[in-house]
């Protein structure tokens, strides 16, 4: 059995009808819904679903249609860069694939969906067809704004697949492979917005950081609190606690505490093992150990 994993992430976090309509796209397919966390600050919804590549692909599709007709982002807002309804589709090998197949579902996908929808779509990560694409963050610059001014008249924005041109309503979307995601986000007891920029900067791989994070500073203002997100493109490369521990070092450069943390969406267990065993400073211990793991071997 082949399985496939898809964290489509679109851009509406605040209009329940909206969100329940366009994951219901996805329910229409075999596959399995494993998660899905609206974000009213971020104003965007991450989905996570698995299943075999070719129910995913077409799960994925629906869904991108659907947040097509119903998102409009002339009128879109949220504290979360984006540059399209539906943003990034992103493909992970799960059991019995290949990195390789991911890449090629990604192609596929971003052909029949901007040939479908008139969007253009971007690679990104292992699908990128060029090394300046492979950091999401670059092909998103500027957002939906920028990139409907320069697409079509800067070369460098020309789509990997669909036309040469914005979708007037729906924008632009990225399409890839990658190693499994864990979005963390980091609160502080602060309401200073550059406080928390200044400690993403210290900890993102693009400004001097860590190798495998991507970190931005947001304002959470229904609690009058800021917020270091980021997403974790590979926690066996940098764990989650070895960024957590530095985050709370810097803010106590501020005089400011870390007053929660949050994960968004799935994560392995393998990672919450490595924190576990960081903490509480477990001497010769094994994951067999964890009786859940046990248990799953058992059903496999």
Do not use: W
Request: hydrophobic share 40%.
């Amino acid at each position: 059995m082949k399985l496939i994993e898809c964290v489509p992430n679109f851009s509406e976090g605040r209009r329940k009808e909206v969100i329940e309509a366009i994951i219901d796209e996805a329910r229409k397919f075999n596959v399995k819904i494993l998660d899905y966390s609206p974000d009213a600050d971020h104003n965007r919804t991450d989905v996570t679903f698995i299943g075999e590549p070719e129910e995913v692909k077409k799960a994925a599709l629906a869904m991108s249609m659907k947040a097509v007709e119903l998102i409009d982002m002339n009128k879109h807002k949220g504290e979360h860069p984006r540059m399209g309804a539906m943003d990034v589709v992103p493909f992970i090998p799960l059991m019995g694939t290949t990195m390789e197949e991911c890449i090629e579902l990604a192609k596929q996908f971003a052909s029949e969906f901007s040939e479908k929808a008139g969007v253009p779509c971007y690679l990104y990560e292992e699908a990128a067809t060029r090394p300046d694409r492979k950091n999401l963050a670059n092909i998103r610059r500027g957002e939906f704004e920028g990139l409907k001014e320069e697409i079509g008249k800067n070369d460098d924005k020309r789509p990997d697949f669909g036309p040469n041109h914005i979708h007037p309503t729906a924008g632009a979307t990225a399409v890839g492979a990658r190693f499994f995601l864990i979005a963390f986000n980091v609160n502080l007891s602060t309401d200073d917005i550059s406080i928390a920029k200044s400690i993403a900067k210290a900890v993102r791989h693009s400004s001097g950081g860590y190798r495998y994070v991507k970190a931005m500073g947001f304002e959470i203002k229904e609690r009058g609190i800021v917020q270091v997100s980021m997403n974790m493109v590979n926690y066996k490369g940098t764990p989650l606690f070895r960024v957590f521990e530095t985050i709370k070092r810097e803010a106590e450069r501020y005089g400011v505490s870390i007053v929660g943390s949050e994960i968004v969406g799935l994560i392995p267990m393998e990672a919450l093992i490595d924190v576990a065993d960081f903490y509480l400073r477990l001497e010769n211990f094994d994951e067999n150990q964890v009786l859940e793991k046990r248990l799953l071997e058992q059903i496999k």
